[in-house]
């Protein structure tokens, strides 16, 4: 290897270990050209098949596989790649293979639980295309015998484990957990199924699906309106996103998966007209004309934005019954990426450059004082400390879920000694805890 080549690789390896593939593979690629068959080949194949690349990641692993045939993982992910390729014996072959290599290996026991789900979207295919060809003019004339009968098979098949990432087991998702079969099939919409996906709006709806389905749901600072079809394969019954930012005519959103801005092919007005399960309001939660109340209320990286906290908390009980759910992430400001600009992870750091010097390894903190007013950090983001949040939430809420997510493993590694005495010359009580959180999943009962 030259020294440039190891010195990509060096950083390809801590781009792996934050999870951006981005930066992994144009970090690799020089690696790669120099030596087609090494562990370069092997990690720039990981990098492709995560950011949905599985065809280029195909030769690249075969490359690597063929170097070191009695490598683990080598077989899991050529595993993993043909299973994204939907070549599904060749996969099961593969991850067999790792299990008689090593039958200790937690991977490939994990990898044929997704072979056999994608097994199932193989024999659910006919009645995922008679959906999809039919269920737009349904809308206007009423389902056909055939499409009812497909979307009941898709209704009894058990979702497969990755129904926030691939649009066919998102679509079984739909109809598994839809609340009945007419309102299945009238709010159903191949495209937004997969621009969901796609886009990375299903993790969310996921991840609180046990208050979410099933219930109607406020979707407080919903974004641009691009979330509802996540909440509704979620199994959400109705859905109401507002956002002072939306624009109704505009289908640029931010795809979450990639962090780019994209084209969703579709207004949120365009959604919201078609869908009677999702409706779209380019309104805040103060907004007194809006007077309804829902069995749950989401926040997602809302509350760290909200210059009025505790006013539009307050809000909120208006939008509340006694026994509604107000489910928020909060991404704290005082974690290492809390400032909600780049760098986003270690790995992206780049010292020479001096955005990221501004705000690197906790300086977003202690640079304060310094920030002019129409700074970024100034009109966006309140600074609520934890406790504080907590305090706020709770001279209107009962909190009765508070899970604190650490931030990762390189972020907390940067956390030294001199770090801390740095931030505390500024923030004299700040803890440890206050800047290790990187966000905080509450839900809360109106007092
Ligand atoms: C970081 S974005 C989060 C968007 C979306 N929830 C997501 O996770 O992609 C925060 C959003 O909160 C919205 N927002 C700010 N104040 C609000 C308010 N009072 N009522 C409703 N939304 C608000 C902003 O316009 C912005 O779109």
């Given at each position: 290897m030259t020294e440039v080549t190891e010195g990509a690789m060096e950083a390809a390896k801590a781009a792996v270990a934050e999870k951006d593939w981005t930066d992994a593979r144009r970090l690799l690629a020089p690696v790669v050209a120099e030596n087609p068959n090494g562990v370069g080949a092997f990690m720039l194949a990981r990098a492709e098949l995560e950011l949905g690349r599985p065809d280029i990641a195909a030769p690249l692993v075969a490359a690597f596989r063929a170097w070191r045939p009695r490598h683990v993982g080598a077989r899991v992910l050529a595993a993993r790649v043909h299973l994204a390729n939907d070549q599904l014996d060749e996969a099961e072959a593969e991850a067999r293979t790792a299990l008689e290599l090593d039958?200790?290996?937690?991977?490939p026991p994990r990898l044929l639980d997704r072979i056999a789900a994608a097994r199932a979207v193989a024999d659910a295919e006919r009645h995922l295309a008679v959906v999809n060809e039919q269920h737009v003019a349904a809308r206007a004339t009423g389902p056909t015998p055939e499409l009812l009968e497909a979307a009941r098979a898709l209704q009894r098949c058990e979702p497969g484990p990755d129904w926030t990432k691939d649009p066919r087991q998102a679509t079984i998702a739909y109809f598994h957990h839809a609340p009945d079969l007419e309102w299945a099939l009238r709010n159903y919409d191949a495209h937004l199924v997969d621009i969901s996906t796609r886009f990375d709006y299903v993790a969310w709806p996921k991840r609180i699906q046990q208050y979410v389905r099933g219930k109607s749901v406020l979707d407080v600072?919903?974004?641009?309106?691009?979330?509802g079809m996540g909440f509704l394969i979620a199994g959400t019954r109705s859905y109401a996103g507002l956002d002072?930012?939306?624009?109704?005519?505009?289908s640029r959103a931010k795809n979450k998966r990639l962090r780019k801005w994209a084209d969703m092919g579709v207004t949120p007005r365009q959604i919201a007209d078609a869908l009677p399960a999702i409706r779209l309001f380019?309104?805040?939660?103060?907004?007194?004309?809006?007077?309804e109340t829902f069995d749950t209320i989401a926040l997602h990286n809302v509350t760290e934005h909200l210059m009025q906290l505790e006013e539009v908390l307050h809000g909120l009980t208006r939008l509340c019954?006694?026994?509604t759910d107000v489910v928020f992430h909060h991404h704290n400001y005082?974690?290492?990426?809390?400032?909600?600009?780049?760098?986003?992870?270690p790995a992206q750091l780049?010292?020479?450059?001096p955005r990221h010097q501004a705000v690197y390894d906790w300086r977003h903190i202690d640079a304060l004082p310094h920030l002019?007013?129409?700074?970024y950090v100034m009109t966006n983001?309140?600074?609520?400390?934890l406790d504080e949040l907590k305090e706020v939430t709770e001279r209107y809420f009962d909190i009765v879920r508070w899970d604190e997510v650490p931030s990762s493993q390189a972020t907390l590694d940067r956390l030294t000694p001199h770090v801390l005495d740095r931030v505390r010359d500024v923030?004299?009580?700040?803890?440890e805890r206050e800047l290790s959180v990187n966000a905080v999943l509450g839900v809360a009962r109106p007092r």
């Open positions: 039958p200790e290996a937690p991977a600072g919903c974004g641009f309106g691009g979330f002072p930012a939306m624009e109704l005519d505009s380019q309104s805040s939660s103060e907004d007194k004309s809006f007077d019954r006694p026994d005082y974690c290492w990426n809390g400032h909600h600009l780049p760098p986003n992870q780049d010292v020479d450059n002019p007013e129409d700074h983001l309140n600074r609520v400390r923030v004299p009580d700040i803890t």
